[in-house]
């Protein structure tokens, strides 16, 4: 399979005009436009921004030119009032781009405006202007809504599917008080976590998941948005709210203590996102030896983060840390709203 690692082939995805959410907070998010300034024609301008706290924000500046980056820097905004009363959000930050420059910007309904001015912050806040930089760079951005390209896929014949149109009713192990879907389709995590009844060796396997938005937990927080998938119930490709930090195995897509994500393809919270699996199951001896480990290859967002993966060991937290041939699908509950869509898995022969 063709590895994609650059960070910018994110962007290469479909935009859509799907809805935001209803608590989504129109700041955060994936940005994207143009400089305005005569002359910067070939320039466009992106930006990664994050909640840190309720009204409050981080992010990542881009220039890009020729496919990548000319320059880059870190801003951050707060909102001074309530979403009902003040509908814009001021930003600033440092930037350097062959000198330094100092970006203010405003965000209001889903549109960012704003310039490069020479000169920067200081740490005191004060502006040090560079008379000699000459004038501001004007730029424009839009939030962007990102579809992954196997968003509502349909599965494919043979396929058995956990959740979604033509599900098994009965494919889950049922919990006193669990509550079965949602209006909008949806497995909601609930405690103790989703097993299926089914069983599964190799297998290709498709889901959709949906993180909340915490912007009170840290970023790459373990508290934001946690829950997990366990192929066979042993092996976890974990599922979290980390949009805006960088990858690790113990964030969205890592393989617990086994493997870091090749690149980061995670969308933002109350993002519809996809996981695209192939797993090879382990083999074994007539005395029940291992005598192959099992396989992965992971494609978060339609952009490959596990090629295949030897997993030499399952990762904790699963029905069982002794690996086998067949185990059924675990969706783990941390006490967190995620929820799962469309998920089914297709038999595959090795």
């Given at each position: 399979m063709r590895r994609t690692l650059s960070i910018l082939a994110l962007f290469a995805f479909v935009f859509c005009a799907l809805a935001f959410a209803a608590d989504d907070d129109h700041v955060m998010g994936i940005w994207e436009g143009k400089i305005t300034t005569s002359g910067w024609e070939s320039r466009t301008v992106k930006a990664k921004i994050w909640g840190v706290k309720n009204n409050a924000w981080e992010g990542q500046f881009q220039i890009i030119e020729n496919g990548g980056p000319v320059a880059e820097g870190?801003?951050?905004g707060k909102r001074?009032?309530?979403?009902e009363t003040v509908k814009s959000v001021p930003f600033s930050g440092n930037l350097n781009l062959d000198g330094d420059y100092f970006l203010t910007a405003t965000a209001t309904e889903e549109k960012?405006?704003?310039q490069l001015a020479p000169g920067r912050e200081t740490k005191k806040g004060n502006i040090k202007a560079d008379k000699k930089g000459g004038e501001?760079?004007?730029f424009e951005l839009q939030r962007q809504q990102v579809k992954p390209p196997t968003q509502g896929a349909t599965p494919p014949e043979g396929a058995i599917v956990l959740?979604?149109?033509g599900a098994d009713p009965e494919a889950w192990i049922l919990r006193p008080g669990a509550t079965d879907r949602t209006p909008d389709g949806a497995l909601p995590i609930i405690k103790p976590s989703w097993i299926s009844k089914q069983e599964f060796g190799s297998c290709k396997l498709h889901l959709e998941f949906v993180t909340p938005y915490m912007p009170n937990a840290g970023v790459g927080s373990q508290e934001r948005g946690n829950s997990g998938v366990y192929v066979q119930g042993r092996y976890e490709i974990q599922v979290l709210d980390s949009f805006g930090a960088a990858p690790r195995n113990n964030l969205c897509g890592g393989i617990y203590k086994i493997a870091v994500p090749l690149a980061d393809a995670v969308l933002p919270p109350?993002?519809?996102q996809t996981y695209d699996m192939e797993f090879h199951a382990p083999k074994f001896d007539a005395s029940g030896k291992k005598t192959q480990d099992a396989e992965l290859t992971v494609l978060h967002n339609g952009i490959v983060i596990h090629d295949k993966l030897k997993l030499p060991n399952a990762t904790p937290g699963g029905v069982t840390d002794v690996e086998g041939s067949t185990g059924p699908l675990l969706l783990q509950n941390h006490n967190d709203d995620v929820k799962y869509y469309n998920i089914w898995i297709q038999p595959i022969q090795d």
């Open positions: 870190n801003i951050s001074e009032g309530s979403p960012m405006t704003g501001p760079i004007a959740v979604g149109p109350l993002t519809r």
